[in-house]
């Protein structure tokens, strides 16, 4: 990317979302409720997308600089994408707890339908094969089963502590060390992908990438450049998550009002928090970059169960003990009902085809694209509809 970019893109995102959110809070309760909410969620959004981009461009420079192959650079791209966004969903838990919970998870379904859309639009070969990254088929891998396991484990002790609980005894809510406990297990496996990932895959080390190091910056970036980068992410991902997560309560009271249910609130709140990975994957396509294009894709997927979620698990719990947010009827955080239920055991049948799809030959032919994406939006489909 060149420096040109480097002073429009983000920074016309910042400005921009800036602007609207001082629109919105000099004007206040003078404008119409409504307007004054789409404001605030417009400039956080843009906020936060423009702090996701300088983000990346602080990690591109860095992956430059280490001289990291095309799948490593656009996976660790991905990962700090993930930091404006990890902040706005700090927010949304803070203001609306079972609503931000939900989110985090059915970002994966969003996730999910994106990769595979994307492999309809992948280069394929005479038979109509989209081979897939090397990195992406020997470890990613091994997050869709890894996730498929989480879910189902998971979601199957949600429906059996609903039906099996004794007569008296309460097994409708998880705890703040039920949360810790989950939290920790699963973002312990996102760290050692992370390792294993950089060690495999980075600069040919147990195996070969099958793009060498991007040119992703013609002068590597200076040291000061990166962290001043770094650090206007971090502050922009603060100011543009507190008007998001404002956002999220006007949106999902006015839809309440109107009848519909949480859950499709939660969805249009999910497209929002992964709409930053859809960008990276459409530009990064459009340049030819067809593995940063899927880095970005599979990490928009492994990195909602292990970075994701976990984290949102680890601030509802300490959000709890703090007095933050209000704790449940039995003293619990999270409800263990119908919505966290389906949203948490439906992630099993989605991760599973995905792994399947990819895993058994490195490849995706047209069959499996259509099956993903059929599998993957009829799964969204009924959450919306009957969740």
Not at 352 to 381: C, H, P, R
């Amino acid at each position: 990317m060149t420096n040109e970019k480097h002073g429009k893109m983000w920074l016309k995102l910042i400005v921009g979302g800036g602007i609207s959110l001082a629109i919105a809070n000099l004007l206040g309760h003078s404008i119409p409720g409504w307007l004054h909410g789409a404001l605030m969620g417009l400039g956080g959004l843009s906020v936060v997308f423009g702090s996701s981009e300088v983000m990346i461009e602080a990690v591109e420079g860095f992956a430059a600089r280490r001289k990291m192959n095309t799948f490593v650079a656009g996976t660790m791209a991905g990962l700090a994408s993930n930091i404006p966004e990890l902040v706005m969903l700090g927010f949304v838990l803070a203001a609306t707890p079972r609503v931000g919970f939900i989110v985090s998870v059915l970002t994966l379904h969003v996730g999910v339908a994106a990769f595979g859309l994307y492999c309809g639009f992948l280069p394929r070969d005479i038979e109509g094969q989209a081979a897939m990254p090397k990195p992406l088929v020997k470890l990613s891998t091994d997050l869709y089963a890894a996730a498929a396991g989480a879910f189902f484990a998971i979601g199957s002790i949600f429906v059996l502590m609903k039906v099996f609980a004794p007569p008296g005894h309460n097994n409708s809510e998880l705890g703040t060390t039920d949360l810790y406990v989950i939290g920790a297990a699963l973002l312990m496996v996102q760290v050692v992908a992370v390792f294993r990932l950089v060690k495999r895959f980075s600069d040919g080390g147990e195996d070969e990438a099958n793009q060498p190091a991007p040119e992703i910056q013609r002068d590597p970036m200076s040291v000061k450049t990166i962290m001043g980068f770094s650090l206007i992410g971090l502050v922009g991902a603060v100011l543009g998550g507190h008007a998001v997560g404002e956002f999220a309560a006007v949106l999902v009271g006015a839809l309440r009002e109107k009848g519909y249910s949480e859950m499709f609130g939660a969805l249009i709140l999910s497209v929002f928090a992964a709409s930053g990975a859809f960008v990276m994957i459409g530009t990064a396509h459009f340049k030819g970059k067809h593995d940063i294009a899927m880095a970005n894709a599979s990490g928009a997927v492994t990195q909602v169960p292990f970075l994701v979620l976990p984290i949102a698990f680890i601030l509802l719990a300490a959000f709890s003990q703090t007095g933050l947010i209000p704790t449940l009827e039995h003293g619990g955080v999270i409800p263990i009902d119908f919505q966290s239920t389906s949203a948490i055991l439906l992630g099993f049948p989605s991760m599973l085809i995905l792994w399947k799809a990819v895993q058994d030959d490195g490849k995706v032919n047209w069959l499996e694209t259509t099956s993903m994406i059929s599998i993957f939006f009829l799964v969204i489909y009924l959450m919306a509809v009957h969740g």
